[in-house]
């Protein structure tokens, strides 16, 4: 059975290298390294195939899926030569899948990268309707029997006094009102949801956190989750915190300095864009070290580091005597890398809970995101243990 796949920002490079990955495992040409759904107990669960996934996709720029992943392969050797001339004929075939997305209050650097979008002019009821339409004419030209929808679009800025949207009648209410407040990644969210389809935030943009939207997805029992995926940085804070709170070491500092250079890191120049990814970075520290003296992050664009990132993070903290002593790490990774693996764990996981009824938010998704939506715990193996708990309920079930 296929399912559909439609990435929000396909043609971005988390969205080409989930893309590249899924195809490149389909054909036996790398192996299923980095995903989480491939290690026991996760793997005892009926998840869909990688080679039945089917992808589409909403963009706002014109460069292809395919140069999205060969300038990738130029600028930084990922993916390896062989396997992206194993996939470009598939690369190829998807991206006539894409069609234009809307950059609706996704700030001016979006504003400025993207060469097409849905008009201006367009109400916001008329963006959606197409985005309706758009899924929807993939589902039946691909004749796919499920759709997952995932957020992998460039960083929007925040949106503002999210509280005005809590109830699904105040969001209906600023669509009949054409509210230009409403930023893009919620408009995919309800149009997806409105319809039954899961749908998963890889972003720290709004996408379905919205008290509205959450509503609108316990109502028609449909999957969601969210947000921001948890890959580099913040995934070994959240390892590493849980060791000093466990050991009583007091935490004075915490300064992390992250520096990149693609398109994501070019988005997040802007202070507008970069203030939602800062927020969802920093509230893991505060939660496992609530008494943490001092929490900095900060994200520079570097731009000759293409795809690679570096986290240099510098922890000062005190223990036993009032000795002060300090640690420091170095990642360096290459983030679509990262994030690609998990971008296919979490259309699996979504089709798996829709299969099985399960709508709603996914708490046992939390350890895939750096600000699981309705999940406080920020301990890397404690959110872990949820999805661990999950595939050995339904072990037992099934
Ligand atoms: N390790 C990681 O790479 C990682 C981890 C966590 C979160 N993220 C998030 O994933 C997102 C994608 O990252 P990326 O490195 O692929 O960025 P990217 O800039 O390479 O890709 C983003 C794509 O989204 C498109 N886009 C922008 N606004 C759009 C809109 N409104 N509708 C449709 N398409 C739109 C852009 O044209 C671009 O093709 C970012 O929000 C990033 O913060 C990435």
């Known amino acids: 059975m296929a399912t559909g796949v439609w990435i929000v ?69 990922v993916p390896k030569r062989e396997t992206l001339e194993a996939v470009r004929e598939d690369l190829r075939e998807i991206d006539e899948r894409v069609t234009i997305g809307t950059a609706q209050r996704c700030g001016r650097v979006v504003e400025e990268l993207s060469d097409e979008q849905a008009t201006e002019e367009a109400t916001i009821r008329d963006v959606i309707s197409q985005i309706r339409s758009d899924y929807d004419d993939f589902v039946r030209k691909q004749n796919v029997d499920r759709l997952v929808v995932v957020n992998a679009a460039s960083t929007e800025p925040m949106i503002e006094s999210p509280e005005q949207y809590e109830t699904l009648a105040d969001f209906e209410t600023a669509i009949e009102n054409d509210d230009r407040n409403l930023p893009a990644s919620t408009l995919y969210a309800y149009a997806a949801l409105v319809d039954g389809h899961p749908y998963i935030n890889f972003t720290p943009s709004t ?6 939207l959450r509503e609108l997805a316990d109502t028609r029992n449909v999957p969601h989750m969210g947000r921001d995926g948890k890959t580099g940085e913040t995934l070994v804070k959240s390892a590493l915190a849980p060791m000093f709170a466990g050991r009583n070491l007091r935490v004075l500092s915490w300064e992390g300095h992250n520096i990149l250079g693609n398109t994501d890191g070019q988005v997040l120049e802007d202070d507008a864009n970069a203030a939602g990814k800062l927020s969802t970075k920093g509230d893991v520290l505060e939660s496992i070290l609530p008494e943490i003296g001092h929490n900095r992050v900060r994200i520079d664009y570097t731009p000759s580091l293409g795809d690679w990132k570096t986290a240099w993070d510098h922890i000062h903290f005190e223990g036993f005597l009032e000795t002060e002593m300090k640690m420091q790490f170095t990642w360096d990774g290459s983030d679509s890398a990262l994030a690609a693996p998990l971008v296919l764990d979490l259309i699996r996981l979504a089709v798996h809970a829709d299969e099985h009824g399960e709508g709603g938010l996914q708490p046992h998704l939390a350890s895939f995101f750096k600000a699981p939506i309705g999940v406080d715990e920020h301990d890397f193996s404690q959110q872990l243990n949820r999805l661990y708990d999950y595939a050995e309920r339904h072990n037992q079930v099934d």
């Open 9 to 77: 920002g396909a043609r971005g490079n988390v969205a080409s290298m989930s893309m590249v990955g899924a195809r490149a495992i389909a054909r036996g040409e790398i192996d299923t390294t980095g995903m989480v759904t491939e290690r026991d107990p996760v793997t005892s669960l009926d998840l869909p195939d990688i080679d039945q996934l089917v992808f589409g996709g909403h963009d706002v720029r014109t460069q292809s899926i395919e140069q999205t992943a060969q300038a990738a392969h130029e600028a930084g050797s």
């Open 207 to 212: 996408g379905s956190a919205l008290g509205g």
